[in-house]
């Protein structure tokens, strides 16, 4: 089984420039995330999608942050304008939404995309 | 408010010894469940094992296991013969609630160094 696919894996730009970040769940998985990781910190959610709405962007910068799930599988994350404060890894990850007992509802990462802003 | 916890920034152990990584979690919710996940240089984060607030016996996955005490609300992650490719970042998790897809609220993270 594939796992979560992201690109690009590093991206340097200046700040105020404009970045994309592309995701690709698991086959199946209907909930996606976006987290950002912070060098020394531990990721924080950015948004949360379930198929192609989205539950929860309460932590979005929305002034300079987007994202959308079109069609309920790949997802796309915006940044613009980029500031310094931005550099970090992206980390996108999707579940298996069922509930039930089985289910611990861990979730699965992709290997992050790693923005330097300058 | 901190809802995740963890104490110790670094450790290191010594190859072929055991290694406790401290967790401690805040939550009024009383159903929850507690993960770990390791996070090698490469950068992808790997589930390790799973705790939930009602399990009666503390969670086993091979080398890992999950000291799990309620009452104290910590959730400490025990790496059993340590290995180099033990080496790496580890995080500790909380989801609150029962609903499955629920975000994970991350702690700061333990580097574990593993010394031959």
């Known amino acids: 089984e594939a796992g979560v696919a992201q690109s690009p894996r590093y991206k340097i730009i200046e700040k105020r420039q404009s970045v994309a970040f592309w995701c690709n769940p698991i086959s199946g998985h209907a909930t996606l995330y976006w987290y950002q990781q912070i060098l020394g910190q531990g990721p924080k959610l950015l948004i949360q999608?379930?198929?192609?709405?989205?539950?929860?962007d309460s932590q979005l910068p929305k002034d300079r942050f987007s994202a959308e799930r079109l069609k309920g599988v790949d997802s796309t994350l915006k940044i613009q304008p980029a500031k310094l404060e931005d550099s970090a890894v992206y980390l996108c990850?999707?579940?298996?939404?069922?509930?039930?007992?089985?289910?611990?509802?861990?979730?699965?990462f992709g290997e992050g995309s790693r923005l330097t802003v300058l | 408010a901190q809802k995740i916890t963890q104490t110790q920034p670094g450790m290191f152990v010594q190859e072929k010894e055991a290694v406790t990584l401290d967790c401690t979690y805040d939550t009024s919710d009383p159903s929850y469940g507690l993960f770990w996940y390791k996070q090698p240089s490469s950068g992808e984060m790997i589930f390790l094992i799973y705790?939930?607030?009602?399990?009666?016996q503390n969670a086993t996955e091979g080398r890992y296991s999950l000291n799990f005490q309620k009452a104290r609300k910590s959730a400490n992650l025990v790496i059993s013969a340590s290995q180099l490719g033990d080496s790496a970042m580890y995080f500790c998790?909380?989801?609150?609630?029962?609903?499955?897809?629920?975000?994970?609220?991350f702690g700061k993270g333990t580097r574990l160094s593993v010394i031959a």
């Open positions: 999608f379930q198929n192609n709405g989205v539950v929860d």
């Open positions: 990850a999707s579940s298996y939404y069922r509930d039930t007992i089985r289910n611990t509802g861990e979730l699965f």
């Open positions: 705790q939930g607030s009602y399990d009666q």
């Open positions: 998790a909380m989801r609150e609630g029962l609903v499955r897809n629920t975000p994970l609220v």
